[in-house]
């Protein structure tokens, strides 16, 4: 019985590319497996025909023969395909594996065929948690922290190995950090057991780190931290990380800032808030208050006759500086008139006086009292 046309076996075009024919392969593997159609005793053959068709059309050298001069190309002794004659069980583990880390390579870490290899390992970035003062973010500071991290073994130079020697290629994955093995139709690859993934192992390990090229030590770095900074800034120090294993390069260190919370002002984005109280005489008289800013100064606010309580008044650029540049923020004073406690005889006979004569000058309260009368007298309606 003649040969279909391997085109026609993974339907595809003549000129269909390297992309579109292992696309088709797939699909047909999935379709034809034959454990996927145990009732459909024709299916394996059609499957072992998909799998002998892609082994020859994936390999350009192949394919090309293929389109010169057909199923001759491969009879005859011109060359049939890798392990054996079309079709045969080492062929379709090398076709079907190609699937296979195109499918779960990157699961398996190593991203595909040949890939893997780590020779160097980077070190893991690092977060350190700060906490300043609103002074502190007003300004910016130089602070120096002391970060528990792992540095590079000076006994070894980070190699791992006693006296600075090279480390050996692993006999077992040759140097791939990755070992395969067959089961049935599929490859699985696994991490190296010997060498843990990195390629290469230490005959003479490092007495100072072990063979890791790191050792646990604490640092002192100098951060820069600049005006503007609020809670959930994030400072990134490149390199300042945990030190790679056996001579990789560092991770980053991850400084979060926190701004604690200050007894005078509340802080929104760029904008400060104070409450400063005022006695019932400057509100209803008006006056002068002197009010503290961020900075360490002070500002002279007047405070306008008859001001009830909650009225805000702007100092303009006053608040806090804007973290990338772009002027300052506002401050904004928040009036707190206070009532007065303790009263002598006197001072209440007073205010007892001044009440009787202040029906009009309460127009807040009239206001609402009317409403109140308005509200029961629809009620009774």
């Known amino acids: 019985m003649a040969k279909r046309d391997f085109y026609e076996v993974l339907g595809v075009s003549k000129g269909a590319s390297a992309d579109e024919i292992k696309k088709a392969y797939r699909k047909k593997a ?10 459909n005793p024709e299916a394996e053959g059609k499957f072992k025909e998909a799998n002998e068709a892609y082994e020859i059309l994936k390999d350009a050298e192949k394919k090309a023969a293929y389109d010169r001069f057909g199923h001759q190309a491969f009879e005859g002794g011109m060359g049939g395909p890798r392990g054996g004659h079309p079709g045969g069980q080492g062929d379709f583990a090398s076709a079907f594996s190609d699937v296979f880390d195109d499918l779960f390579g990157d699961f398996m870490g190593g991203g595909g065929r040949g890939g893997g290899r780590q020779r160097a390992a980077r070190g893991a970035d690092l977060r350190y948690n700060l906490r300043v003062t609103l002074e502190d973010a007003f300004s910016g500071m130089q602070k120096t922290i002391n970060v528990p991290t792992s540095v590079q073994c000076d006994s070894c130079e980070g190699s791992g190995a006693e006296g600075g020697a090279e480390p050996t290629t692993c006999p077992t994955c040759s140097g791939m950090g990755k070992v395969r093995a067959q089961q049935g139709f599929f490859t699985v690859e696994r991490t190296c057991p010997t060498c843990s993934g990195l390629g290469q192992i230490i005959k003479n ?16 770095l100098s951060v820069n931290i600049p005006a503007g900074v609020e809670t959930g800034t994030r400072i990134r120090l490149a390199g300042e990380g945990e030190a790679g294993m056996r001579g990789g390069p560092a991770g980053d260190l991850y400084i979060f800032i926190e701004v604690a919370p200050h007894e005078l002002f509340e802080r929104e984005n760029s ?10 005489t400057t509100a209803a008289l008006g006056g002068d208050i002197e009010v503290p800013t961020i900075d360490g100064g002070r500002s002279r606010v007047k405070i306008p006759g008859g001001s009830q309580a909650g009225r805000q008044m702007r100092l303009r650029g006053k608040g806090m500086p804007a973290l990338r540049g772009g002027g300052s923020g506002d401050m904004f004073i928040e009036m707190a008139v206070e009532t007065p406690v303790n009263l002598t005889s006197r001072q209440k006979e007073l205010l007892r006086e001044f009440e009787e004569l202040s029906e009009e000058n309460n127009p807040e309260s009239s206001n609402f009292f009317k409403s109140v009368k308005n509200f ?6």
């Open 205 to 220: 390990p490092c007495n100072g780190c072990g063979g890791q090229g790191r050792v646990e030590k604490d640092r002192a």
């Open 376 to 381: 029961w007298d629809s009620m009774k309606g």
């Open 271 to 280: 904008n400060l808030f104070c409450r400063v109280p005022v006695s019932m």
């Open 30 to 39: 999935k379709e034809l497996h034959p454990d996927r159609n145990k009732d």
